[in-house]
C-alpha cells in the first residue's frame, strides 16, 4: 500500500474515533437522543471498523523492517578501536628512538665531521680530562678531512693549554706551530690570528 494513502486512513481513524468520543459527550448531556446515538455510534463504529482493517493490510503489504542486530554497533566499536591501537603501535615502532648524532627527520646520514666539532667545542672549556677529550674529538676531525681549519685551530690551541699546565715549553711551541699551520689553511678563518 501507498504510504501516502496509510497516512490518509491514519488521518481517518482519528476522526471517527474522535466523532464517537464527542457523539458519547454529547448523548452523557441530553443533546442527542438514544435513537439518533444509536444509530450515529454505530455508524462510526462501522466505518472505524473498515478503516482500521484497511490500515492493517495496508501495514501487512508493506516490507518489513530490517532487524537490527544488536551485536553490529559493539563490533564496528572494537574494530575501530583495534585498528587505532594496531596503527598507533605501528607508528611508535616505525618512528623508533632518536640517537645523538642523528637527524630528526632521518633524511641525510649525519654528518661525522659536524658531530666531532659539536663534540670538541662543548668539551673544551671544562677541566683538564674534558680538554682532552675534547682534542681527541679535533683530531678526529683532522683524520676524516686534513685540511680543516677549525679542527687544526682548536687541536693546536688546546695543545698550547695542555703545555702550559704541564710546564711542557716543546709542547707550547708545537701548539703555537700547529695554530700558525691552521691560519695556513683558511685565510678566511679568523680565530688561529
Given at each position: 500500500m501507498n504510504p501516502d494513502r496509510l497516512a490518509e486512513l491514519e488521518e481517518q481513524r482519528r476522526f471517527l474515533l474522535s466523532s464517537i468520543r464527542d457523539i458519547e459527550r454529547e448523548?452523557?448531556?441530553?443533546?442527542?437522543?438514544?435513537?439518533?446515538?444509536?444509530?450515529?455510534?454505530?455508524?462510526?463504529?462501522?466505518?472505524?471498523?473498515?478503516?482500521?482493517?484497511?490500515?492493517?493490510?495496508?501495514?501487512?503489504?508493506?516490507?518489513?523492517?530490517?532487524?537490527?542486530?544488536?551485536?553490529?554497533?559493539?563490533?564496528?566499536?572494537?574494530?575501530?578501536?583495534?585498528?587505532?591501537?594496531?596503527?598507533?603501535?605501528?607508528?611508535?615502532?616505525?618512528?623508533?628512538?632518536?640517537?645523538?648524532?642523528?637527524?630528526?627527520?632521518?633524511?641525510?646520514?649525519?654528518?661525522?665531521?659536524?658531530?666531532?666539532?659539536?663534540?670538541?667545542?662543548?668539551?673544551?672549556?671544562?677541566?683538564?680530562?674534558s680538554a682532552a677529550a675534547a682534542r681527541a674529538a679535533f683530531e678526529r676531525v683532522l683524520e676524516l678531512e686534513p685540511g680543516n681549519a677549525e679542527a687544526a685551530t682548536y687541536s693546536a690551541y688546546l695543545l698550547v693549554l695542555d703545555g702550559q699546565r704541564a710546564d711542557d715549553q716543546q709542547m707550547v711551541q708545537d701548539g703555537v706551530a700547529g695554530l700558525q699551520a691552521a691560519a695556513l689553511l683558511d685565510e678566511s678563518y679568523g680565530d688561529p690570528h
Amino acid at each position: 500500500m501507498n504510504p501516502d494513502r496509510l497516512a490518509e486512513l491514519e488521518e481517518q481513524r482519528r476522526f471517527l474515533l474522535s466523532s464517537i468520543r464527542d457523539i458519547e459527550r454529547e448523548h452523557d448531556v441530553g443533546d442527542v437522543d438514544d435513537h439518533d446515538f444509536h444509530a450515529l455510534r454505530d455508524g462510526y463504529v462501522a466505518r472505524a471498523a473498515a478503516v482500521m482493517r484497511e490500515i492493517e493490510d495496508g501495514r501487512s503489504s508493506l516490507p518489513p523492517k530490517p532487524t537490527s542486530q544488536w551485536w553490529r554497533r559493539p563490533a564496528l566499536i572494537v574494530g575501530t578501536l583495534a585498528v587505532a591501537l594496531a596503527l598507533g603501535m605501528f607508528v611508535a615502532r616505525s618512528a623508533g628512538q632518536r640517537l645523538p648524532g642523528q637527524s630528526l627527520t632521518g633524511g641525510q646520514a649525519v654528518d661525522e665531521i659536524a658531530v666531532q666539532l659539536s663534540e670538541g667545542r662543548r668539551l673544551m672549556n671544562t677541566d683538564a680530562a674534558s680538554a682532552a677529550a675534547a682534542r681527541a674529538a679535533f683530531e678526529r676531525v683532522l683524520e676524516l678531512e686534513p685540511g680543516n681549519a677549525e679542527a687544526a685551530t682548536y687541536s693546536a690551541y688546546l695543545l698550547v693549554l695542555d703545555g702550559q699546565r704541564a710546564d711542557d715549553q716543546q709542547m707550547v711551541q708545537d701548539g703555537v706551530a700547529g695554530l700558525q699551520a691552521a691560519a695556513l689553511l683558511d685565510e678566511s678563518y679568523g680565530d688561529p690570528h
